[in-house]
């Protein structure tokens, strides 16, 4: 698979886009292949050196009608628009139009025949965090809700008609603000509904919300916060995927499950049933948390029962390495 990326490059105080590698989309026009959704899209932008240097440019620069490529794809994949400066204030999640810039975008070069370009994406990285969206996770989750439009307007017909609505701005195929404004009406619904969840599909929405409350929602106000919580803790508890954890992190540590907080091993305390007391935990915060998005080995850690329901203890919830501080610094040496 060849790849290209789009970064954001601060000039003058807005950013303009740098494409890598160099010559990737040099003189070319660039469409978006939205494969899910069985859709391409001209991004009305092609590749230029600008002073020596690769960048983005759209063919009518001061129609902000159109979309920039980079926020074309946010748009239809139906996440917050970033912004083109960076104010260096701190980023807040779950993220919201404009308080977060885009550090890279990923994409598959679908073709290539010199002149044209065409480009899938695949994942975008926010400046100043460790945190990435997988886009092709999100457009499942998009054509995921337009299978689903009757489903969703049983739970609320404004919610649908709002997806539909962004459904019929794509399907035009051309590159307009309209499908931000017609994604920024789906994002309002479903934070008044659900809460601020990263934009995840409305029906893994309808879905968690439909699910039994969990105990780590006890102190917890607001429906954000609880949501996310449900969601957090039901993905934990997937068990064939909690097997797999396991095992993997069994084989890492030389056969024996250990606790990532507190290093406790529990079979050498309790013999072969300590083991029931060793939890799978998600490691992204609960801020953090992508609805759609496929959880990996890496992203999951290994908790004690104890260590699992402090880190639930907060929202957002703790991390590994904050439980690992407590427990450093709160360690009591047994006397003789």
């Known amino acids: 698979m060849t790849t290209c990326s789009v970064r954001w490059r601060s000039s003058g105080g807005r950013g303009e886009f740098e494409f890598v590698p160099a010559d990737s989309l040099l003189d070319r026009e660039i469409s978006v292949d939205f494969e ?52 260096g204030t701190p980023i807040q999640f779950p993220l919201e139009n404009k ?34 969206v997988q886009l092709t996770d999100r457009l499942d989750a998009i054509a995921r809700d337009w299978d ?10 404004h919610l649908a008609r709002a997806i539909r609505a962004h459904r019929e701005r794509i399907g035009q195929g051309i590159n307009s603000r309209a ?5 920024d009406r789906v994002i309002e619904l479903k934070s008044d509904l659900f809460g601020l969840t990263n934009a995840g599909s409305a029906t893994t929405l309808i879905e968690t919300s439909a699910r039994p409350e969990v105990d780590a929602e006890e102190e917890i106000k607001g429906i954000e916060g609880r949501l996310l919580v449900r969601m957090h803790v039901y993905r ?21 499950l250990v606790c990532h907080a507190c290093g406790t091993v529990p079979v050498r305390r309790y013999g072969p049933t300590g083991e029931s007391c060793i939890e799978v935990h998600h490691k992204i915060p609960i801020e953090q948390l992508q609805p759609d998005s496929v959880s990996l080995v890496g992203d999951m850690a290994l908790l004690c029962a104890s260590c699992h329901r402090v880190v639930h203890s907060a929202v957002p919830c703790l991390t590994v390495e904050n439980v690992n501080e407590l427990v450093a610094t709160h360690l009591v040496t047994p006397t003789a």
Do not use: W
């Open 236 to 256: 934990e508890r997937d068990r064939k995927f909690a097997r797999m954890v396991r095992k993997h992190y069994r084989a890492e540590a030389g056969g024996q």
């Open 36 to 87: 899910a959704l069985s859709l391409r899209i001209p991004a009305e932008v092609q590749g230029a050196r600008a002073e020596g240097k690769p960048r983005l440019r759209k063919h009518d620069s001061n129609n902000r009608d159109k979309l920039h490529l980079p926020q074309l794809v946010m748009a239809v994949a139906g996440l917050p628009e970033p912004a083109r400066e960076d104010k």
């Open 99 to 132: 308080q977060f810039v885009m550090d890279e975008m990923d994409f598959e070069i679908v073709e290539d025949d010199g002149m044209s370009v065409v480009l899938a994406p695949l994942r975008v990285s926010i400046l100043h965090t460790h945190f990435q």
């Open 148 to 157: 689903e439009m009757e489903r969703i307007a049983d739970h609320d017909c």
């Open 179 to 183: 499908i931000r404004v017609a994604a």
